[in-house]
């Protein structure tokens, strides 16, 4: 199949054009584009138009979509979530709440979280509402070999409701919270495709390092989280409508911005996926 790709970033991203997602590419393109995305951490694929039925479909050529209940779905497809700027926060204050205006990697709360997020700019800002995104790769080789020694084999225990967070986050029903036990992941993931080793952080989810004193624990995730969310990290993707952006939670952080003029309207569908295990 005939498509352009172009580099978006210096470290990380890739643009991809004369795709036409309705329609599912060969197999041979479909694994161009898995290979790119493991290259590019993140794959925007241009010029868009579907329905989150279509939306959910194609996304399914990177892994198996996943249904998710923190966030509002489509009344057509289930697996396809609603991040907009009229999200509130329905369950607690009522109040406009920006679902991931911090760095994080989804669902790290989650004992399996999702591999690849899938985001599709149905309306975007005139201007505004970028999503910036982190290159955990290169924070990870940039740090002093005696740190990674350190790290290498240390363990987090992340939460939907860390003490740690920094922002607001969705009120969710007791139920589910009760469902959501806190997980343990490594500090230090290494990538099953790529075999890459990358640092694996959620400032608003991860509550303590396993086996260290808490002032321990706050002080390395405070230098870790500092070192990794330098701007040279870092990809800013300034959305055009129709994009469809997908990353690498294994190997990237993100942040929404909800910089954009007031009373103008963002609407994304958001898909995540776990990928194929490698054998
Ligand atoms: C997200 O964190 O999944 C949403 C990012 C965005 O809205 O830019």
Avoid at 119 to 142: C, E, H, K, W
Avoid at 165 to 186: D, F, G, Q, V, Y
């Amino acid at each position: 199949m005939n498509f352009q790709t172009e580099k978006l970033g210096s470290h990380m991203a890739a643009a991809v054009a004369g795709l036409d997602l309705n329609r599912l590419p060969d197999v041979g393109t479909q694994a161009t584009l898995v290979d790119a995305l493991h290259d590019n951490l993140v794959l925007c694929i241009r010029g868009q138009i579907l329905r989150p039925t279509a939306f959910r479909d194609a996304m399914a050529m990177f892994g198996t979509p996943l249904e998710r209940l923190q966030l509002e779905r489509t009344p057509e497809c289930a697996e396809v979530n609603i991040v907009s700027s009229e999200d509130r926060d329905t369950l607690g204050d009522g109040r406009r709440i920006v679902n991931g205006a911090d760095w994080h990697t989804d669902d790290s709360f989650m004992r399996v979280p999702c591999s690849l997020t899938m985001l599709y700019g149905v309306i975007v800002p005139s201007r505004g509402g970028d999503t910036q995104f982190i290159n955990m790769y290169a924070a990870y080789d940039d740090l002093p070999a005696d740190t990674q020694r350190r790290i290498d084999s240390l363990a987090v225990i992340h939460k939907y409701r860390s003490s740690r967070k920094l922002t607001r986050i969705t009120t969710r029903p007791s139920e589910e919270m009760a469902a959501m036990p806190e997980a343990t992941h490594p500090l230090v993931r290494t990538h099953p495709a790529t075999g890459r080793k990358a640092l694996y952080l959620n400032p608003n989810r991860m509550e303590c390092i396993v086996g260290l004193e808490r002032t321990d624990s706050d002080r390395l995730l405070d230098q870790l989280i500092a070192h990794s969310t330098q701007i040279k990290y870092q990809y800013r993707h300034v959305w055009q409508q129709g994009d469809v952006v997908i990353w690498d939670n294994r190997c990237t952080m993100h942040k929404a911005n909800a910089d954009y003029p007031e009373g103008e309207r963002r609407l994304m569908h958001r898909v995540v996926v776990a990928a194929p295990a490698v054998a």
